[in-house]
């Protein structure tokens, strides 16, 4: 069977009957909202899902045995009355096809249901699927504007696609002032805005398409809006995105502005490694520990690296210590990179890795090190690993 529908009122019943009867070829639409959908015996040829949870009253939890109990078909949809936009990011997180509120539009839902079966969440893949390797998706914020984000992400990318031999993604979720793609002198990617606004646009030829390839294996999402263009990004959109790079790519590396803790929190959610780079400043440690709070609070059980950059050794004025540092954020620093402007603004002003330009500095052997603990060389390293690991270069900025 194509598709199962569960609705709970006349209107909505008709609407999706000339849905599935125009659609597929077989189909069946059947009164009693969510309690009939929970009753329900599915068959394993069931494609398509619909349900009407109006009748629910704890919409999250009888959402999540819909989606438990039909969890070998393509696409779950959900259709309401609550006007809700953190329960439509809750139900898409938890792997729903869309959420839509009364009154409903039978082509939009005909065009979520067909989005999501191209893109299935781990939670709705077949075995084959599940069971293929998938990209690590590594999420990089900064405590502050300055704090070295992007060259941490473009060097980090380049060494992960040309010494460990890896197919990388960097994206830019900066469509304004995103500069990866002047620190890698590459041509902004034509439709990155359309595919961050609208899920019926991402599909894997689009992406590819959008994708703009710096060497063989490494690639970028980059955009040069105009100020002109608010873009909105739509969250089911950016989750589409990133599952379908996951399907081809080794690594995703996002570098995003603090904005995306509020605006797409789900970059959080889903990275496997949460890294937030921050100076050794007051105004960085202020900015530093409300960060951590949020990410601990929306992505609790994520791995989150602390990386200290532009630090400077001795006692310097207007600089921390890591000690005090790290007991004002309770957490340990992961890797502390030595300030380097004369590696890092040359290699910005070429358009070049620094990791190119300036291999064996100080500052690339400590990306290095950072690349070494993302792509588990030597084994997933546990904080005293870490902390042996750059014991001897701490020791200088104590």
Request: glycine letters at 6%; a neutral charge.
């Amino acid at each position: 069977m194509n598709c199962v529908a569960f609705v709970t009122d006349v209107e909505t019943r008709v609407s999706l009957e000339a849905l599935v009867s125009n659609y597929w070829s077989s189909g069946i639409v059947l009164e009693g909202g969510s309690k009939a959908a929970l009753l329900y015996t599915p068959s394993k040829d069931i494609k398509y899902v619909i349900v009407d949870v109006s009748d629910a009253k704890n919409i999250k939890t009888t959402c999540d045995l819909i989606l438990a109990k039909f969890s070998g078909a393509q696409g779950v949809l959900f259709i309401g009355q609550a006007n809700d936009v953190a329960l439509y990011r809750d139900l898409i997180r938890a792997g729903a096809a869309d959420y839509v509120v009364k009154p409903i539009n039978s082509e939009e839902i005909y065009t979520s249901l067909i989005t999501s079966s191209k893109h299935q969440t781990p939670t709705q893949s077949s075995a084959s699927v599940s069971n293929k390797k998938q990209a690590k998706l590594i999420t990089v914020i900064g405590a502050r504007g300055g704090a070295g984000t992007t060259s941490l992400v473009v060097n980090a990318g380049w060494i992960l696609a040309n010494t460990h031999k890896q197919n990388v993604v960097l994206i830019d979720m900066d469509v304004h002032f995103g500069t990866i793609s002047l620190a890698l002198d590459a041509k902004p990617s034509i439709g990155f805005k359309d595919a961050l606004q609208d899920p019926s646009r991402v599909d894997i030829q689009f992406i590819e398409g959008a994708l703009v390839k710096v060497t063989p294996t490494l690639s970028i999402l980059a955009a040069e809006e105009s100020m002109r263009d608010y873009v909105v990004f739509n969250d089911n959109s950016t989750k589409l995105l990133i599952e379908t790079l996951k399907e081809n790519k080794d690594y995703i590396i996002i570098d995003t502005p603090r904005s995306s803790l509020v605006r797409c929190p789900q970059l959080m959610m889903d990275a496997d490694y949460v890294v937030l780079v921050s100076e050794l400043t007051v105004p960085s440690l202020r900015d530093t520990v409300t960060i951590l709070n949020q990410i601990k609070r929306i992505a609790a059980h994520k791995n989150i690296i602390v990386v200290a950059n532009k630090a400077r050794p001795g006692i310097t004025s207007g600089q921390l210590s890591i000690k005090d540092f790290e007991s004002q954020i309770d957490t340990k620093i992961a890797i502390v990179l030595p300030n380097a402007p004369e590696v890092i603004e040359k290699a910005l002003n070429d358009g070049k890795a620094a990791a190119i330009l300036a291999p064996k500095s100080k500052v690339i052997g400590e990306i290095n090190s950072f690349c070494d603990i993302i792509h588990n060389k030597s084994k997933e390293l546990d904080t005293e690993q870490q902390s042996k690991s750059i014991k001897g270069f701490l020791g200088r900025f104590k």
